[in-house]
């Protein structure tokens, strides 16, 4: 039988472009199907971990500690920083009771002698439509008005010389529906380091530094440097929150107006810049130590007005630094002893304060206003002449035609 050769066809077209059969469509369909859903299984279970590796999250850091950030720092421009963002967090700050409200007097001395002057007294008050009095509780001698328990001074007559505990200062207000602040003066005292030297400034020959000559009643003050003053201004703080005082009031967080001769004896660094973190630090400490009692400084007007003429001037040195404070608020008060005087603001600038308080608290606050911008302050004024009660109804139209409205008469 004769063998046939087989039959070779050639197309030009190519195989793969051969028309698929249903059947294996639907395969290849079914197959593309269960390699997507892989690949996304996949994806989900590894991307995670790799996130978390590449941003350095290696499972061990804590939600409630923020990233650290490093300390601000000059570079040059071939240099570059690199800073981490501390986690977002939905976890509020403990909020503080409202410092003031409205037009908040304070009382006099007097006030503190009794229970019975005291409920004298914040019965008129109330008459008079005060919501807020405020208690000067510690004087610019270093004296403590009213019956501390504080252990370093307790024992010592000199310096506790009140009559009522802070917590019946506070149970007398709320029995008539008033809202207590304690007003104390800080490093304007010169009684502390009679107790514990350590307390004020020391020269450098380490003997007791005084304002002026032993002749000329030359005083002590208390030095924010010692451990010994923070804690005890703190330990004060501590007290008149317990008690009850929903605002407490730092009064004279300052350096003494030091001279030439003073700085040749004192430490070096009194003249330096960064002495003023002390004073942040002295307030940092005396408001976390006030719990839940608001806490505020209190800034001279005057001092502010012409810090720029002085680096350091009184009060007014905390400015500078005042995004520092970490949740003190700030007050800022006319003395009436500024009444009459001229402010030298700048090199080309006089601000002529007038005799009149209403007219002199519109002019400084005109100026004050400008100067805060957005930060946040209470007004007020004070001083050793006390206001007539014409005199305190004008000062308040004049702070709210300014716009303010909670007011200080210290």
Not at 70 to 93: H, L, N
Not at 159 to 186: H, R
Not at 197 to 209: H, L, P, V, Y
Not at 399 to 405: I, N, T, V
Request: aromatic share 6%.
């Amino acid at each position: 039988m004769k063998n046939k050769g087989i039959k070779i066809k050639r197309r030009r077209k190519s195989f793969y472009r051969k028309r698929k059969s249903t059947g294996r469509k639907i395969l290849e369909a079914v197959l593309i199907i269960i390699v997507i859903a892989a690949l996304v299984f996949v994806g989900y279970s590894v991307a995670p971990p790799l996130i978390k590796f590449f941003s350095g999250d290696n499972g061990n850091s804590s939600t409630s500690e923020p990233a650290w950030t490093p300390p601000e720092t000059t570079t040059s421009q071939t240099e570059s920083v690199t800073t981490t963002t501390p986690p977002a967090t939905t976890e509020k700050p403990e909020e503080k009771p409202q410092l003031l409200n409205g037009t908040t007097v304070t009382a006099p001395d007097t006030a503190l002698a009794s229970t019975s002057a005291l409920s004298t007294y914040l019965e008129s008050a109330k008459k008079s439509g005060y919501k807020t009095v405020m208690f000067h509780l510690k004087d610019d001698t270093g004296r403590l008005l009213y019956k501390s328990a504080v252990n370093t001074v307790k024992n010592n007559s000199t310096i506790v010389t009140g009559k009522l505990t802070a917590a019946q200062i506070v149970s007398l207000c709320k029995k008539v529906e008033i809202t207590p602040v304690a007003v104390i003066d800080t490093l304007e005292d010169h009684l502390i380091s009679t107790v514990v030297s350590e307390a004020g400034f020391r020269t450098a020959d380490d003997w007791e530094w005084l304002d002026a000559s032993p002749d000329k009643g030359g005083r002590p003050w208390a030095t924010p440097y010692s451990t010994v003053t923070v804690t005890y201004l703190s330990d004060i703080t501590k007290e008149l929150s317990s008690a009850g005082f929903e605002g407490i009031i730092l009064d004279g967080v300052k350096f003494p107006n030091f001279g030439n001769y003073d700085y040749s004896l004192l430490p070096k660094e009194l003249k330096e810049s960064g002495r003023t973190e002390k004073l942040v630090a002295l307030v940092n400490k005396c408001s976390a130590s006030a719990g839940k009692s608001h806490t505020a400084i209190n800034i001279d007007a005057a001092q502010l007005l012409t810090l720029n003429k002085a680096y350091y001037k009184g009060t007014a040195e905390l400015w500078k630094n005042k995004d520092k404070l970490s949740s003190a608020g700030i007050v800022i008060t006319l003395d009436v002893n500024t009444l009459g005087t001229t402010l030298a603001i700048s090199d080309s600038e006089n601000l002529k304060v007038d005799k009149d308080i209403s007219k002199a608290v519109t002019a400084v606050f005109t100026k004050i206003k400008k100067l805060a911008g957005n930060t946040e302050i209470t007004v007020g004024v004070n001083g050793s002449v006390k206001l007539t009660a014409a005199q305190k109804k004008n000062v308040q139209d004049a702070f709210k035609k300014l716009g303010y409205e909670n007011i200080v008469l210290m």
